[in-house]
């Protein structure tokens, strides 16, 4: 079975500390993925990393960054938190265009 | 640009009634298209994929085109089926690897 893990299911932060969020996955995935899923809006793509250290911009990519310095580890990074990146974030992996597998999902407080 | 249309947030039916979720597309080529399930309280998951031609829990899902949609059906909902639903969609060309999900749809069976 696929796994992929996040490194917490909740956490609360205040405006302007700097967040890690991190994804690990055990299924050799060449792809990784970050989402918001907020209420409404559905998943809106934040980053995509196809490989070590490559990676692109999502739809929403403004207040965040990323890094992937191994294959199985994908972290998201929120420089300044505001209050406006409250939200749940998924994680997801793939190979290829094949299917996108999730993590439970992290959701963050930001007051 | 590639988009996914879910007209409605809120879908509810009683147990035993079919249950029709909306997916439009917008896509100049030969779109993959995928419905993905959330339960409560469960990580995202695909549920079925048009080129698969698979049923999953009851449900189908063709593509038409002609209209460019991609409606997920099941002829008797069960109350289990509860759960947000999101189409999604992979273009084919430019080599991307991402999907662009729909904003979902909340569907709830009533007993």
């Known amino acids: 079975d696929v796994k992929v893990t996040q490194s917490s299911r909740y956490l609360v932060k205040r405006t302007g500390e700097k967040v890690f969020l991190e994804c690990v996955q055990d299924?050799?995935?060449?792809?990784m993925f970050w989402y918001r899923q907020d209420p409404g809006l559905g998943l809106r793509l934040i980053y995509f990393s196809y490989d070590v250290k490559m990676k692109e911009k999502g739809d929403i990519p403004e207040g965040y960054s990323v890094s992937r310095e191994k294959k199985e580890r994908f972290s998201l990074i929120l420089e300044s938190a505001s209050t406006n990146q409250t939200s749940m974030y998924l994680c997801?992996?793939?190979?290829?265009?094949?299917?996108?597998?999730f993590g439970p999902g992290t959701r963050l407080t930001v007051t | 640009a590639q988009r996914v249309t879910q007209p409605e947030k809120l879908l509810s039916v009683f147990k035993g009634a079919p249950v029709e979720l909306k997916c439009n597309y917008s896509?100049?080529?030969?779109?993959?298209l995928f419905w993905y399930v959330q339960y409560s309280r469960q990580r995202l998951q695909l549920l079925l994929r048009?080129?698969s031609r698979e049923s999953i829990k009851g449900f189908t899902a063709d593509l038409n085109k002609g209209e460019t949609s991609f409606h997920l059906k099941k002829p008797f909902a069960q109350e289990e089926d509860s759960a947000m639903y999101y189409c999604a969609l992979s273009p084919t060309q430019g080599g991307s690897e991402k999907l662009v999900f729909g904003k979902g749809t909340k569907l709830t069976v009533n007993p």
């Open positions: 048009h080129i």
């Open positions: 299924m050799d995935h060449e792809n």
């Open positions: 896509y100049s080529g030969s779109p993959e």
């Open positions: 997801a992996s793939s190979w290829g265009r094949d299917e996108q597998y």
